[in-house]
T-cell receptor
Framework: GESVGLHLPTLSVQEGDNSIINCAYS??????FIWYKQESGKGPQFIID?????DKRQGQRVTVLLNKTVKHLSLQIAATQPGDSAVYFC??????????FGQGTELSVKP | DTGVSQDPRHKITKRGQNVTFRCDPI?????LYWYRQTLGQGPEFLTY????????KSRLLSDRFSAERPKGSFSTLEIQRTEQGDSAMYLC???????????????FGAGTRLSVL
């Protein structure tokens, strides 16, 4: 079915630590995944994407890992900063381009 | 600002009233999407346009909801006879079909928060 879900609703980390946000998906035919960041009062903002023919993709301070065997992906944020506090969603494009979002993980960074 | 623009940012209405929201996509983006987001949840797809053609509507989009994109640029989402259950954030996103990347990243506006009393 159309389902992209997240393991944890909240995550609290200390400033400077690394953060790991997880996401499980159900459609084994999915070939593309996207991570969005949503700050309070704003719309989702694209962070990074990954195709199913990749296991890992790195951006600036962010890395996405994809494990197709267990249908799991994760977003790693290095040296987490207060500005990283937000809700993070994984999303999956379906035919036509509509995005199916998971519930989201709220990341809170403690100074 | 060349991002996706939504108006109004907030709308408070009484049950039974009609409301209309506007979305101005990024210039030249030919795809425009509407989503609804309730507190603590991810955005849920409502409908999308390619240019002026409405190509898909979610079953979430009841008969009280209608969306238009008459000239293939801005879009409006109207809710008739609003109900308290319509209270949510309504998000608009646009993307550029074509280009070198076959997967089109969607860029979101800040949303219109609707409160139905």
């Amino acid at each position: 079915g159309e389902s992209v879900g997240l393991h944890l609703p909240t995550l609290s980390v200390q400033e400077g630590d690394n953060s790991i946000i997880n996401c499980a998906y159900s459609n084994s035919a999915s070939d593309y995944f996207i991570w969005y960041k949503q700050e309070s009062g704003k719309g989702p903002q694209f962070i990074i994407d990954i195709r199913s023919n990749m296991d890992k993709r790195q951006g600036q301070r962010v890395t996405v890992l994809l494990n197709k065997t267990v249908k799991h992906l994760s977003l790693q944020i290095a040296a987490t900063q207060p500005g990283d506090s937000a809700v993070y969603f994984c999303a999956e494009p379906y035919p036509g381009g509509k995005l199916i979002f998971g519930q989201g993980t709220e990341l809170s960074v403690k100074p | 600002d060349t991002g996706v623009s939504q108006d109004p940012r907030h709308k408070i209405t009484k049950r039974g009233q009609n409301v209309t929201f506007r979305c101005d996509p990024i210039s030249e983006h030919n795809r425009l999407y509407w989503y609804r987001q309730t507190l603590g949840q991810g955005p849920e797809f409502l409908t999308y346009f390619q240019n002026e053609a409405q190509l898909e509507k979610s079953r979430l989009l009841s008969d009280r909801f209608s969306a238009e994109r008459p000239k293939g640029s801005f879009s409006t989402l109207e809710i008739q006879r609003t109900e308290q259950g319509d209270s949510a954030m309504y998000l608009c996103a646009s993307s550029d079909l074509g280009g070198t990347n076959p997967i089109q990243i969607q860029y979101f506006g800040a949303g219109t928060r609707l409160s139905v009393l």
